[in-house]
């Protein structure tokens, strides 16, 4: 994969966010693995829905979007629905056991 500003054409752009969007998906996968052990683990469907956790989860985001020079309040919107669907996920998951 070639770095952003070494791109000198759309091909080369392309290739690039085609081939981070295919590492971005398998972590995903990953996350919502760890949904499907939380959903094991935990002892009352109450305790999916954390509301102190989730704050600190987008938190821990937005202070790497900080770091790393990526739009902090972008991350911050795009943590608070991935936050929200591995809620979902993980109710569905809890239901299910």
């Known amino acids: 994969m070639i770095a952003p500003a070494d791109c ?6 392309r ?13 995903l996968a990953t996350r ?3 949904m499907d052990a939380a959903a094991r683990i935990k002892g009352e469907r109450g ?3 954390d509301e ?3 704050a600190q989860v987008i938190a821990n985001a937005c202070a790497v979007a900080e770091r790393v020079g990526a ?8 943590w ?8 979902d996920y993980e109710m569905v998951k809890f239901d299910a056991k």
Do not use: C, H, N
């Not at 739009?71 to 795009?78: E, M």
């Not at 608070?80 to 809620?87: D, N, P, R, T, Y």
């Open 47 to 49: 305790q999916v829905r």
């Open 32 to 34: 919502f693995g760890y």
């Open 80 to 87: 608070e629905q991935l936050v929200e669907a591995s809620i």
């Open 71 to 78: 739009p902090v309040a972008v991350i911050g919107a795009l």
């Open 8 to 13: 000198r054409t759309m091909v080369d752009v």
């Open 15 to 27: 290739a690039g966010v085609d081939a981070l969007d295919a590492e971005i998906v398998a972590l």
């Open 52 to 54: 102190p956790r989730k």
